[in-house]
T-cell receptor, first 117, second 114 residues
């Protein structure tokens, strides 16, 4: 089956620093990658949609200058949380899809736990 | 826009009992429907999906779901649960032409007790 990895799995940083999270599709080419944020005991909230070679599309209320997304290749997307603050602490999950005909399935990474002190 | 409602935030059951996790959706267009499972501190794993065809969909780990268009529901069922099924379950929808953009329900915590 399709495998998506994320790195790191867990990160602790100081307030004001930047953190980069990588999302890789290991055995398929992902034309589209998605970034979600999940607060404790809540559902996943879509932050942005990333297409290879083009600018990401951000959801309403998500600051594009704070959450920088780069999708430089068909197997890698990165999310950089700039000038992180404690309220950015959350579980960040990426997913990747590669539509084949009518197949529209997202495959999720294992998530990255971010704690900002 | 579409929305998803999972009617039960928590469902406690005993081992080997049957379980049904309820999901209703609303959309003005045709949708694809999904159930995902999330174990603690992990990402989401696809259980099953409905794209078209037979309304009864069988997934992994013995789960199945039935698409009911008239009731706009996609309830998840398992005839006999195991303790290892304890997890958070998310129902999700996407528009057929949306490029896989998913809208998730709030999730249902299934707890299987011995």
């Amino acid at each position: 089956g399709a495998v998506v990895s994320q790195h790191p799995s867990r990160v602790i940083c100081k307030s004001g620093t930047s953190v980069k999270i990588e999302c890789r599709s290991l055995d398929f080419q992902a034309t589209t990658m998605f970034w979600y944020r999940q607060f404790p005991k809540q559902s996943l909230m879509l932050m942005a949609t990333s297409n290879e070679g083009s600018k990401a599309t951000y959801e309403q209320g998500v600051e594009k200058d704070k959450f920088l997304i780069n999708h430089a290749s068909l197997t890698l997307s990165t999310l950089t949380v700039t000038s992180a603050h404690p309220e950015d602490s959350s579980f960040y999950i990426c997913s990747a899809s590669s539509p084949l005909g009518r197949e529209e399935t997202q495959y999720f990474g294992p998530g990255t736990r971010l704690l900002v002190l | 826009a579409q929305s998803v409602t999972q009617l039960d935030s928590q469902v406690p059951v005993f081992e080997e009992a049957p379980v049904e996790l309820r999901c209703n959706y609303s959309s003005s267009v045709s949708v694809y429907l999904f159930w995902y499972v999330q174990y603690p501190n992990q990402g989401l794993q696809l259980l099953l999906k409905y794209l078209s065809g037979s309304t009864l969909v069988k997934g992994i780990n013995g789960f199945e779901a039935e698409f009911n268009k008239s009731q706009t529901s996609f309830h998840l069922r398992k005839p006999s649960v195991h303790i290892s099924d304890t997890a958070e379950y998310f129902c999700a929808v996407s528009k057929e032409t949306s490029g896989s953009r998913l809208t998730f329900g709030e999730g249902t915590q299934l707890t299987v007790n011995p």
